[in-house]
């Protein structure tokens, strides 16, 4: 059996359990997941619907379904004509389904004109249950997010390399896009580069900055290889670090360390915050950490589970996130560092293994 098939059983299984008759997908990373098609973002409407039991079937543009491969797939395809209406084509294939799971991403005009043709139906989020099943990755998942993360270390090497000082935060950044795709990124979805003052804002946009003698510069990158997210984040110095940085750093490289640590199968998510805030607060920096420790990673760059003060979700082995705390002083410096790991069957190992003290640059 495909491992669509297996996921699409799987997705079917949960909806019987949970009393769902139907489940509707539209763009965004849920419909992949179960049928390796991505719907286009676009006015013309996709949605794919699979009741509890039987085949499921894809609504989708004339002009488009070309795209669908559903060779050893349970599922057809539905080709919608310019002038026809897919919310009629939808609301029929949903027939008498009453609890429908919508995905999350869904455009709300969809959702608003299927409520209006849908008398009576109960919608309701899909994120409970596809986040269940795509919070914990096949090994073939975790291999290509491993190789994802083997592409962005490959970079911090080489950026490591590069003169800093006199290039621009923009100038810097391009440099890094290009050296991600060539090293095999399909596509780059984000590049952070803050320097100095700058890097106390944690999602800094790289502007023209000129980077000088003394900054430290955040560098936090990432893309999609093999349909798979990469997220990485690695600390820079030109010459010197500036005044308290050396001693935030050590803290900050043990509360990474410690949470890593800290990760295996049964923990709860909040506990590995909790363990990277502590010893932050100890260092005397608790205040300075203003977001949570990580997010996890898969087809999209950010989802569950987030590993979050009051998440008490038990991690399992398969799940796969970021741990990246961070200490901000604000008109000052900023620092992070952030590595992707996994859950194994009795630990962690982490897919980012691109050493994480600081480099000086020139
Ligand atoms: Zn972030
Ligand atoms: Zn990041
Ligand atoms: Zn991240």
Same mark, same amino acid.
């Given at each position: 059996?495909?491992?669509?098939?297996?996921?699409?059983?799987?997705?079917?299984?949960?909806?019987?359990?949970?009393?769902?008759?139907?489940?509707?997908?539209?763009?965004?990373?849920?419909?992949?997941?179960?049928?390796g098609?991505?719907?286009?973002e676009?006015?013309?409407m996709?949605?794919?619907?699979?009741?509890?039991e039987?085949?499921?079937?894809?609504?989708v543009p004339?002009?488009?379904?070309?795209?669908?491969?559903?060779?050893?797939?349970?599922?057809?395809?539905m080709?919608?004509?310019?002038?026809?209406?897919?919310?009629?084509?939808?609301?029929?294939?949903?027939?008498?389904?009453?609890?429908?799971?919508m995905?999350?991403?869904?455009?709300a *005009?969809?959702?608003? #004109?299927?409520? &209006?043709v !849908?008398?009576?139906?109960?919608? +309701?989020? =899909?994120?409970?249950?596809?986040?269940n099943?795509?919070?914990?990755?096949?090994p073939?998942?975790?291999?290509?997010?491993?190789?994802a993360?083997?592409?962005?270390?490959?970079?911090?090497?080489?950026?490591?390399?590069?003169?800093f000082?006199?290039?621009?935060?923009?100038?810097?950044?391009?440099?890094?896009?290009?050296?991600?795709?060539?090293?095999?990124?399909?596509?780059?979805?984000?590049?952070?580069?803050?320097?100095?003052?700058?890097?106390?804002?944690?999602?800094h946009?790289?502007?023209?900055?000129?980077i000088?003698?003394?900054?430290?510069?955040?560098?936090?990158?990432?893309?999609?290889?093999?349909?798979?997210?990469?997220?990485?984040?690695?600390?820079f110095?030109?010459?010197?670090?500036?005044?308290?940085?050396?001693?935030?750093?050590?803290?900050?490289?043990?509360?990474? *360390?410690?949470?890593? #640590?800290?990760? &295996?199968? !049964?923990?709860?998510?909040?506990? +590995?915050? =909790?363990?990277?805030?502590?010893?932050?607060?100890?260092?005397?920096?608790?205040?300075?950490?203003?977001?949570?420790?990580?997010?996890?990673?898969?087809l999209?760059?950010?989802?569950?589970?987030?590993?979050?003060?009051?998440?008490?979700?038990?991690?399992?082995?398969?799940?796969?996130?970021?741990?990246?705390?961070?200490?901000?002083?604000?008109?000052?410096?900023?620092?992070r560092?952030?590595?992707?790991?996994?859950?194994?069957?009795?630990?962690?190992?982490?897919?980012?293994?691109?050493?994480?003290?600081?480099r000086?640059?020139?």
């Amino acid at each position: 059996m495909s491992r669509f098939a297996t996921r699409i059983l799987a997705a079917q299984g949960e909806m019987s359990a949970a009393g769902i008759d139907a489940l509707c997908l539209s763009v965004g990373s849920d419909l992949p997941y179960l049928t390796g098609y991505r719907a286009m973002e676009l006015e013309r409407m996709t949605m794919f619907v699979l009741h509890a039991e039987g085949d499921g079937t894809i609504v989708v543009p004339t002009l488009e379904a070309p795209r669908i491969d559903a060779e050893g797939i349970p599922i057809s395809v539905m080709a919608w004509e310019e002038d026809e209406d897919p919310i009629t084509i939808v609301d029929r294939l949903l027939g008498d389904a009453t609890n429908v799971m919508m995905g999350d991403e869904t455009w709300a *005009r969809f959702l608003i #004109d299927l409520q &209006r043709v !849908g008398r009576g139906r109960l919608f +309701v989020k =899909a994120s409970g249950l596809m986040a269940n099943l795509r919070m914990v990755k096949a090994p073939d998942e975790i291999a290509l997010l491993r190789d994802a993360a083997a592409t962005v270390d490959g970079v911090v090497e080489q950026i490591s390399e590069l003169r800093f000082s006199g290039f621009t935060e923009r100038e810097l950044a391009r440099d890094i896009t290009e050296r991600t795709l060539a090293g095999g990124h399909d596509t780059m979805d984000f590049w952070i580069v803050a320097s100095g003052p700058n890097g106390a804002s944690p999602h800094h946009e790289p502007g023209d900055r000129v980077i000088q003698h003394g900054d430290a510069v955040v560098v936090d990158f990432g893309g999609h290889q093999g349909g798979y997210a990469s997220d990485t984040t690695r600390m820079f110095v030109v010459a010197e670090p500036p005044d308290g940085f050396d001693v935030a750093f050590d803290v900050l490289l043990a509360a990474q *360390r410690a949470a890593v #640590d800290h990760v &295996r199968p !049964g923990v709860t998510a909040e506990s +590995v915050d =909790a363990v990277a805030r502590s010893i932050i607060a100890d260092g005397g920096y608790g205040d300075l950490f203003v977001h949570r420790t990580g997010h996890g990673i898969g087809l999209d760059g950010h989802e569950h589970p987030y590993l979050i003060a009051g998440n008490d979700m038990i991690l399992r082995e398969g799940m796969a996130f970021s741990i990246e705390p961070g200490i901000y002083t604000p008109g000052h410096w900023g620092m992070r560092i952030e590595d992707i790991v996994a859950v194994t069957s009795d630990g962690v190992e982490r897919l980012n293994t691109a050493p994480r003290l600081y480099r000086t640059v020139a």
